[in-house]
């Protein structure tokens, strides 16, 4: 859904005079809020009424009203509106976690384009001086057209503060200091599905990745090869895979 298409459905308001969030739908959960389903195309993300909430509240919007300061990204969960102590978000499918879950799995070319797109939207909160601090497949959403966007950022680190939330034990490098993210361990974290103790000991599960590049690029990712994940994003383009039509850019 497009910048403009958001905007247009939001300027209607019709859904303020009905919506009730005692009654609402939760479609997400998570340490800082709860997601709330307003309609078809839109969310609000509201958070624990107290102290600690309202911290969380208050980075979230500040960090997406950078965000959205300028250069519009696809890759990045859109702001529609602040309602009611509350962020008014667009709507998506799900997470990507839930979509590696479904009984049908991704092909190689779903799973590079999905890879790629994680790597624009990480790398476009990095330009704007941003450490997301809980990188992950729970991270990032799938929207209707297929394409993943990266969301939460109660808890991100701006320059000259500390993180509010840390990642998950699987995507947590051994040397991550909490409260301080950094480059290295948020590409470090694009790889999720590996066991941590494994890696201390210098055992990569890479047995299951058939394909030779991917797997070159992964262990790259565990062991500090690239300095940014516009590099990760360059070398995805060298993964050999069939072709297919190209897919829409998420707004298209």
């Known amino acids: 859904m497009s910048p403009v298409t958001i905007a247009k459905t939001a300027s209607k308001g019709g859904w303020k005079l009905w919506f009730d969030s005692y009654d609402a739908f939760s479609v997400g959960r998570g340490s800082s809020g709860t997601v709330l389903a307003i309609d078809d195309k839109l969310v609000i993300k509201t958070y624990v009424e107290d102290e600690e909430g309202e911290r969380d509240f208050r980075r979230e919007k500040a960090i997406y009203e950078i965000l959205q300061s300028g250069t519009f990204s696809p890759y990045i969960v859109k702001f529609v509106e602040e309602w009611e102590s509350g962020l008014v978000l667009e709507r998506l499918r799900g997470t990507l976690r839930s979509r590696l879950k479904e009984k049908v799995q991704p092909c190689l070319e ?11 939207g990480l790398g476009f909160l990095h330009e704007n001086r941003i450490m997301h601090g809980d990188v992950g497949c729970h991270n990032f959403l799938v929207d209707y057209s297929g394409h993943v966007k990266l969301c939460d950022f109660a808890g991100s680190k701006r320059e000259g503060e500390l993180a509010r939330i840390c990642y998950e034990i699987r995507g947590q490098h051994p040397d991550y200091k909490i409260g301080n993210p950094t480059i290295e361990t948020e590409i470090f974290a ?3 599905d590996f066991v941590r103790e494994m890696f201390r000991r210098g055992k990569l599960p890479l047995s299951e990745v058939k394909c030779a590049r991917m797997k ?4 790259e990712c565990w062991t500090e090869g690239y300095a940014s994940v516009s590099h990760v994003s360059q070398a995805l383009s060298s993964v050999p895979i069939r072709s297919k039509a190209s897919p829409r850019r998420p707004g298209d």
Do not use: H
């Open 190 to 192: 694009l790889t999720d």
């Open 110 to 120: 779903d799973r590079t384009q999905w890879i790629r797109e994680a790597c624009n």
């Open 216 to 219: 070159s690029i992964i262990e």
